[in-house]
């Protein structure tokens, strides 16, 4: 029996439309989401925009906008911290199971994905580097033959892929340093070594982490200071 192919919903494309315009920085924290804008940039009508935008609200990257309508969130920082905090755990998990039970077919499909990620570095390309880190990720879940950890990831796939496009953005060493640790993993996990699999794989993850929320912290008192120099001072008398 032959597979059933499946495309991107309409509600789909037009929330990936967004959430790569958000990652590329075309639609930066705070920015007003107008539906009628939207739907006329995308040559869609408002409905797809309208359940777009509510399932962005749900996944953390839009959220109300005082008085009505949405905005673009912020980043946050705690939810940053708790939101990698459990994808490294999903992450070594699956490395490990995908070493303990699938090391041959990573060594057969793994190296095509590595070059994958290579090719977008050279690119340059700010989507094709997150495209090719997801399609890495998205790989070692398939090999842990647990299809719950892919799925409890997927949801916030969104919200990551703005994480991502901030520290690529702002950092030229970073994609190298992903691509090592990418070849790394697939290294330990068609050696079968499933403990090394696993620590790699959270690390990995924690580090990226770790990076991101120092800079974004770093912004966020910078821009704490700045205001706090700008309040007008109270005149002595």
């Known amino acids: 029996m032959s597979q059933v192919q499946t495309h991107p919903t309409l509600v789909e494309q037009v929330v990936n439309a967004i959430v790569s315009e958000i990652v590329d920085?075309?639609?930066?924290?705070?920015?007003?989401?107008?539906?009628d804008e939207l739907a006329r940039a995308y040559g869609v009508?408002?409905?797809?925009?309208q359940q777009?935008?509510?399932?962005?609200?749900d996944r953390g990257l839009v959220r109300e906008a005082p008085g009505r309508g949405l905005i673009v969130s912020?980043?946050?920082?705690?939810?940053?911290?708790?939101?990698?905090?459990?994808?490294?755990m999903l992450d070594g998990l699956a490395a490990r199971m995908a070493a303990e039970l699938s090391p041959e077919r990573a060594r057969t499909e793994g190296p095509a994905l590595?070059?994958?990620?290579?090719?977008?570095?050279?690119?340059?390309?700010l989507h094709e580097q997150i495209e090719a880190d997801m399609q890495f990720h998205t790989f070692i879940n398939e090999l842990s033959g647990n299809p719950?950890?892919?799925?409890?990831?997927?949801?916030?796939?969104?919200y990551?892929?703005?994480?991502?496009?901030?520290?690529?953005?702002?950092d030229a060493q970073m994609p190298r340093t992903i691509l090592q640790e990418h070849a790394a993993i697939l290294d330990a996990i068609v050696a079968g070594n499933g403990t090394e699999?696993?620590?790699?794989?959270?690390?990995?993850?924690?580090?990226?982490?770790?990076i991101f929320i120092q800079r974004l912290q770093a912004q966020q008192d910078a821009s704490q200071e700045e205001h706090r120099q700008r309040r007008p001072r109270r005149i002595q008398r």
């Not at 009508?45 to 925009?49: A, K, L, M, T």
């Open 25 to 35: 920085g075309e639609l930066p924290a705070n920015t007003r989401l107008i539906q």
């Open 45 to 49: 009508s408002r409905q797809p925009v």
């Open 52 to 57: 777009a935008l509510l399932l962005l609200r």
């Open 74 to 88: 912020p980043l946050d920082v705690g939810f940053v911290r708790n939101l990698y905090e459990i994808r490294a």
């Open 114 to 125: 590595l070059e994958a990620g290579r090719a977008a570095v050279r690119s340059g390309s």
């Open 148 to 158: 719950l950890i892919g799925e409890t990831t997927a949801p916030h796939w969104p």
């Open 160 to 170: 990551l892929r703005r994480v991502m496009g901030e520290v690529l953005r702002d």
């Open 197 to 210: 699999a696993e620590s790699l794989s959270r690390n990995h993850i924690l580090r990226a982490a770790n």
